[in-house]
């Protein structure tokens, strides 16, 4: 989590309907299928938990399938997935397991046959945000995130193994950031998983397979966020000039701008002399330069104010119908409502308002939206920024200051709570992307740093509690309208702050206070589609009918 950067949290940039469900499952898939020693012909997918019991309404299926074929998580094609699987001769097949107790709620077995008659079984787990780990090869744990190019080693376990493997990269001037080795007793098959900070050359990967005890070598590539190759050179051993004490200096550089809480949030921002926004553009910067790559996080900004600002426009023009067909239209006919009158909401909020209702249509009509934390949080943030650019008359500039101070509190939530439904509920998701955008709202008014923090933790305890009761496993209802609900409040919560309104607890507490409520928060109020508004009488009578 200390190293989660913008785009992990601003982000990914995906089809929809869920970060957790969609996103996650897609990139579980596609690590999948880099394990593979030829192109998957036939899987079978075994779905526990909150992934049993949304399945397609979530899209997870498709995105499963779309994984294997190798798409990106921001790839159209996603919602096409079954047809070009069959039109690639790949068949599959899904399978429910409501009673299984495992670990994370969002949990998937897939076992993959490949065209040469190889067999794969994984278990992944989506654990937010987009974000997937391989928790589990040919029935021996492991631990492969995708967040580096990861080198996966199937070997006997014996002595020097290991130490050839590491002398391989060695010679091919490839630096190692992690080595674990995996086993399920002595002397039996193993796996070596390594994170390197590079690529890897075809001649080091050759100089593996040639030792006897190794089995075969498979490459994990590095997955960014936003579906791209993480890529970059190793910055121990290349950008930073090749020295130990270049390595350390980029090492202290990201030590001297990382924070772990609002209070060390407040402390560089201090230290630095600006805003939310500031601080963590220079930890992106520090993170970049410790990985070896060049920052771009004011790039990957106007990407993604590019994508928000299409998904919360197009439906106001021409709306999409939903995957479950519970939402569709909304957004323009609130617009009309309002142009026509008598309008109860009208100005910065009834903007707002209506941007987060089109992009919960974009998303639920599995379009592209900017995971904002999450895809059912994913109108909040976008409906108060260009609500803000377009009633304040404010510049590229101050979307992307909002966008990176936006970023900066969802990190600290991401890491010191969650972001993911599946485990902390709806305000995990909503409540995250509140505080993000009342941070944001203060930060592009010229508002400091502490008061930035003061409406995030408003806008988080004002929707704490609140449970992820999608109904019929949709992101629909009542996600859509909490978006536009949210929206409101954050701004009311930025207005607050900005009078100078403090808080008896402040950021930090009332994140952790966010993590104890979900933590207590029942299976069925946490994204499973049994409780709250999902298990009201008219809900399940329109599931019933449309099962």
């Keep these: 989590m200390e190293t989660l950067g913008f785009a992990d949290i601003v982000g990914p940039i995906m089809v929809g309907p869920s970060s957790s469900h969609t996103a996650g499952a897609l990139r579980i898939a596609r690590m999948a299928r880099s394990l593979l020693a030829a192109a998957p012909a036939r899987a079978e997918f075994t ?42 001769g790949l068949a599959f097949s899904f399978a429910c397991d409501r009673e299984a107790g495992v670990e994370h709620p969002n949990t998937v077995d897939a076992r993959i046959v490949d ?93 593996i397979e040639r030792h006897p005890a190794v089995r075969d070598v498979r490459i994990v590539p590095a997955d960014g966020p936003a579906g791209q190759p993480a890529g970059g050179t190793d910055a121990r051993a290349g950008a930073a000039g090749g020295t130990a004490g270049a390595a350390e200096q980029a090492e202290e550089r990201f030590a001297a701008c990382d924070f772990a809480s609002g209070a060390e949030l407040l402390d560089r921002c201090a230290e630095q002399g600006t805003g939310l926004a500031g601080a963590f553009l220079a930890r992106e910067q520090a993170l970049a330069a410790l990985d070896g790559r060049t920052c771009d996080a004011l790039p990957y900004a106007d990407r993604a104010l590019a994508v928000m600002r299409a998904s919360a426009t197009e439906p106001l023009r021409e709306p999409a119908p939903s995957m479950g067909g519970l939402i569709g239209g909304e957004a323009r006919d609130v617009r009309r409502s309002r142009e026509q009158g008598p309008a109860v909401v009208d100005g910065l909020a009834g903007a707002a308002m209506e941007y987060a209702l089109a992009v919960l249509e974009t998303n639920a009509s599995m379009g592209r939206i900017v995971a904002a934390p999450t895809a059912g949080s994913a109108g909040v943030v976008p409906g108060v920024l260009l609500a803000l650019e377009q009633e304040r008359g404010l510049d590229a500039a101050a979307l992307r200051r909002g966008l990176l101070a936006a970023g900066a509190v969802g990190y600290l939530i991401a890491r010191n709570a969650t972001v993911s439904g599946a485990e902390g509920g709806c305000q995990a998701e909503i409540g995250a992307a509140a505080a993000m955008a009342a941070a944001a709202a203060v930060e592009m008014a010229g508002g400091t740093p502490a008061q930035a923090l003061d409406a995030a933790a408003n806008a988080l305890s004002s929707l704490m509690g609140l449970v992820c009761d999608p ?34 607890v402040g950021f930090d507490e009332t994140v952790a206070a966010m993590d104890a409520v979900g933590r207590t928060l029942p299976f069925e109020l946490r994204e499973s589609a049994l409780g709250g508004i999902a298990a009201a009488p008219s809900a399940c009578a329109w599931c019933a009918a449309h099962a």
Excluded: W
Excluded at 168 to 179: K, L, P, Q, W
Excluded at 477 to 498: D, E, G, H, M, W
């Design 471 to 504: 109904v019929g496993g949709l992101v629909e209802v009542p996600c859509q309208k909490r978006n536009a609900t949210a929206a409101a409040t954050a701004l009311v919560s930025a207005q607050i702050a900005l009078a100078g309104v403090g808080n008896l």
């Design 47 to 88: 779905l526990y938990g909150s992934f049993a019991h949304t399945q397609s309404g979530h899209g997870t299926d498709k995105a499963l399938v779309a994984g294997l074929l190798g798409l990106a998580p921001d790839d159209l094609g996603v919602r096409d997935s079954f047809e070009r699987a069959h039109a690639a």
């Design 115 to 207: 065209a040469e008659g190889g067999v794969l079984e994984v278990r992944g787990v989506s654990v937010g945000g987009g974000a997937a780990v391989v928790t589990r090869i040919d029935g021996i744990d492991v631990n492969v995130t995708g967040e580096h190019t990861s080198v996966v080693v199937r070997q006997r376990d014996e002595t020097g193994v290991l130490a050839h493997i590491a002398g391989c990269f060695s010679d091919c001037a490839v630096n190692i950031a992690t080595t674990r080795m995996y086993r399920t007793r002595r002397g039996s098959d193993a796996f070596t998983v390594m994170e390197l900070d590079g690529p890897v050359p075809a001649e080091a990967k050759a100089a």
